[in-house]
């Protein structure tokens, strides 16, 4: 590539999401009298987690929303969480609920994200969102945030409709790699769907104008890989070695060989700073989105 | 191609899928004591509909099901059809439900399909449904019939293990493009979906182990898109004028050039009898299953 790469910022495009959702926000308070309301549950006390439901409250707090914290204790039954979770689908004044993975081991999970309507589910992590995503009714689900986020990166380079270009997915996850193949596919574009069975990776990741790589294996695409002026998305996170911060020290790195790739590709996301934060800012606009729908108002788009 | 290529004989794959629905629903009523029932949901004249739902009924009653068949007049109204599924829904008696397709114009035919319990749904159409399979949840949800038995034809020549395998589908609608994507999906190939807005269908195509063509176009595949030893699933059927017939008569093709396309496969279904016939069978299978499910019995596998 001899042109300039751009390296996508997801810094600002979450930035100005946010923005979105702030006026919003605002919009519903104005014609509702009342506040958008996102729930957030979060089981036990891994800090991992305590630091994400942290964010997404601040966050919440930030785009004036009404924001809801429950906390539960490591040992809460299955049985208190399903009912939790029914009070909050009752509660016309949350709009959205999140209940924070992994839950602690004696959950089932699956059926506590079953329980939640799917029209408060902001993660879209419902079977009733994953098929109306399934079959392109985008208009009336909500969509998984990670990757309503990355398509919105993808749109920021090559607008809405993506007819005739080749997308290519590494990586099949219900959480990512499915729905970002139909969200690719209902822009129009020719999508091919790679994973750990595939074969000939490389030569599937060189037919691709846009490289979509989510399988949590560090620096897996090399340049080799990237088509000449291709977009490349990267939505790994990876904690890796770094001796050269010092001994014992680790950094963050995606599933694409960023210093190498950027010099093949037209644009690119960084790690992190690229698709790690469309996730929390999707979830503010599904939020804002569930509320305008529940009380009948025109729907923001994002 | 050197070797001989496989015509696929849908008819016959068909005729093994229903002698082992009969032995299913032998068993289930040797269970039970009652018989698997499919409700069949026709309204108005449309002659080809009655057709097809003729087949369906007696092709049910074939398997040793109970089958009713519900005609209503042209001009049913929407609150009638939906009260009538809704006492479907409720009946015990019945295992699957099907309204035939399409409706009179003044339905609103989502809405009623919708309506249709997802766990009776043979049609394979509800959201739940498509949600599970576009998840991967094959065990619980109902998958819909064509590209169920396409994919069954797919299995009798690669196994039920496809990885190292393209796949490419031409066509993405949600009836069959895009379940099929996701079964081949799921059974590990490397799915590309393709679709009018594909540039360089041929080339995208001449990567294709597998390719499977449901576009309604005739014989629009043509031997030079298809790669050597190949298989080919054809779910187009076009009628197409046959003046070599004698004036105004018409025969049926499907999406692929089948004459010139079957000396580069190595396999290849035919139109008519080859995806057609699997279509009726699948519909008894998903209702024997959704018979066994209901009951609590171990669900056959087809």
Request: glycine share 10%; with cysteine; aromatic share 2%.
């Amino acid at each position: 590539m001899t042109g300039v790469v751009t390296i996508i910022d997801g810094k600002e495009v979450a930035a100005s999401v946010i923005e979105a959702v702030k006026a919003s926000a605002e919009g519903y308070t104005a014609k509702t009298g009342g506040k958008v309301g996102l729930a957030v549950v979060i089981v036990g006390n891994d800090p991992a987690s305590h630091a994400y439901v942290g964010a997404k409250g601040r966050m919440a707090k930030e785009c004036g929303f009404n924001s809801i914290q429950h906390t539960l204790p490591e040992d809460t039954s299955q049985q208190d969480l399903l009912a939790l979770v029914n009070t909050l689908n009752a509660d016309p004044s949350i709009h959205g609920i999140l209940v924070q993975l992994p839950l602690p081991k004696h959950f089932n999970s699956e059926e506590i994200i079953q329980s939640i309507l799917p029209e408060k589910d902001v993660d879209g992590l419902h079977v009733v969102n994953a098929g109306k995503l399934a079959t392109g009714d985008l208009a009336s689900g909500l969509i998984s945030c990670t990757p309503a986020g990355a398509m919105l990166l993808v749109r920021k380079i090559h607008g809405k409709d993506l007819s005739g270009l080749n997308a290519l997915v590494i990586g099949r996850s219900n959480l990512f790699g499915k729905p970002m193949g139909q969200l690719l596919l209902n822009a129009n574009a020719t999508v091919t769907m790679a994973h750990s069975r595939s074969r000939d990776l490389p030569g599937l990741c060189r037919t691709a104008d846009i490289l979509v790589a989510a399988v949590g294996r560090a620096e897996m695409v090399k340049a080799d890989w990237v088509k000449d002026g291709a977009t490349v998305i990267d939505v790994g996170i990876n904690r890796v070695p770094a001796p050269e911060k010092g001994e014992g020290k680790t950094k963050l790195v995606g599933d694409v060989d960023f210093a190498a790739c950027k010099d093949k590709a037209a644009a690119i996301t960084p790690v992190p700073g690229g698709v790690g934060p469309m996730t929390i800012a999707m979830l503010m606009a599904n939020t804002v989105i569930a509320a305008h729908r529940t009380a009948g108002l025109e729907v923001p788009v994002f």
